[in-house]
Structure formats: C-alpha cells, structure tokens
C-alpha cells in the first residue's frame, strides 16, 4: 500500500523568511508520480508540481523549489521569501502509474506566514 | 481554459436525507473520481468511475454511496440516507486518457453539512 506522511501539522514564519515543507512517502512501485497541492482558506485544490519517479532532478519555479531523493523516499518543497499569500495548507500526494491512478494525500502541512 | 465544475458548492442537509452533488467533468474527459476532505483533516479518495463503471473505490465508499454518470456531461455522487459524519468537502476530479499519466483535474468542491 501507499502511504504520504507529513509530519509537520504547521509551520509559522514571518515574512521573507525561507521555509521547507517536508513530505515522506511509501511504495513498492518502481514507478509513480509525486504531487504538491496547495489549498487555500477558500478551499479548492491548486495544483503545484508532479515529478515521476524517474526524474529526480530538482525543480525551481520562482521562488518555489521542490527536492526529490528517492534515497530517502522523501520530496521536499521550499518557498523562498514567503509571503503571506504563501499561507495556506499544503498536501503532498502519491500516484501510482498504473490502474486509474488514484491520488494519495499525505495529512497536510499548514503554513502560517505572518508580516 | 476548460475546468471542472460542481454544484452546489454549499448543501445543508437533515440527518438522513439522501443527497445527490453534482459535477461537470472536461468535456474530453473520460476518467473520473470523487474525493472526500473532512474539515482539517487530508483528502481522502472514494472512488473512480470509468466507461460507466466504478474502476476502484475506497473502504469509505459503502452501499451508502453511489456514483452514475447520467448524461454525456454530468457526473454524480449520491449519498442514500446521510449521517454526521459524512460533513465534509467532496472534490470531484476528472482526467483524460493517452497520456503516461493521467492528470488529475479538480472542482472547487462542494462543502456538505450534515445536521
């Protein structure tokens, strides 16, 4: 079985500080994709970023950067100068890359940023 | 830019009374899912719906559940006789076929409120 953990419930920063959400996921596949979602106070699902298991090139995007070690099982995502549109609680989630390829959600982290 | 949408985006119901939420997949589409968050806790997976059958569900979605696709656009989840802890956010997703991964759209959710 799958399994997502996040072990950080929540996380408060002041603004334009650097703050690493850290995600550490299970699975006997060789092959699966890895998800950060972002959900806002409104309540709807923003996706973020999927790598697949064979791609563990770091990604940056703006001041978002995502690790991936399959080492360590683990994908980690930076916000570089938070802000506080930056708060929000934050999933990451696994998928494996075969059947309808149901999304795994770890518990969430929630960010708190504060100016 | 197509994207999924859901109705109501708020229902309040009675103890026991059946409720049906509604989705509208993209229109090319042809996988889709349903997905359950009870407040503040991780997004849960319920079931996956494909040529107008279930493909997988979760240990969630019991003879309480069902989902149909009733017409070439609309893709329901009904929920027979509802109970207090059915109070959550349903997301209904959905995602084409012919690519290495099927990528996941999701609706704003709606927020279910059982009394």
């Known amino acids: 079985a799958q399994k997502v953990t996040q072990a950080q419930t929540e996380i408060s920063v002041v603004e334009k500080e650097d703050v690493t959400l850290d995600c550490v996921y299970e699975t006997r596949d060789t092959t699966y994709y890895l998800f950060w979602y972002k959900q806002p106070p409104s309540g709807e699902l923003v996706f973020l970023i999927r790598?697949?298991?064979?791609?563990?090139q770091n990604e940056i995007s703006g001041r978002y950067s995502w690790n991936f070690q399959k080492s360590t099982s683990s994908f980690n995502f930076t916000i570089t100068a938070s802000q506080v549109v930056d708060s929000a609680v934050y999933f990451c989630a696994l998928s494996l890359n075969t059947g309808f390829q149901k999304l795994v959600f770890g518990t969430g982290t929630r960010l708190l940023v504060s100016p | 830019e197509p994207e999924v949408t859901q109705t109501p985006s708020h229902q309040v119901t009675q103890m026991g009374q059946e409720v049906i939420l509604r989705c509208v997949p993209i229109s090319n589409h042809l996988y889709f899912y349903w997905y359950r968050q009870i407040l503040g806790q991780k997004v849960e997976f319920l079931v996956s719906?494909?040529?107008?059958?279930?493909?997988?569900k979760s240990e969630i979605f019991d003879d309480q559940f069902s989902v149909e696709r009733p017409d070439g656009s609309n893709f329901t989840l009904k929920i027979r006789s509802t109970k207090l802890e059915d109070s959550a956010m349903y997301f209904c997703?959905?995602?084409?076929?012919?690519?290495?991964?099927?990528?996941?759209?999701f609706g704003p959710g709606t927020r279910l409120t059982v009394l």
């Open positions: 790598r697949n298991s064979f791609d563990e």
């Open positions: 719906f494909y040529n107008n059958e279930i493909s997988e």
């Open positions: 997703a959905s995602s084409k076929p012919g690519q290495l991964y099927n990528e996941q759209f």
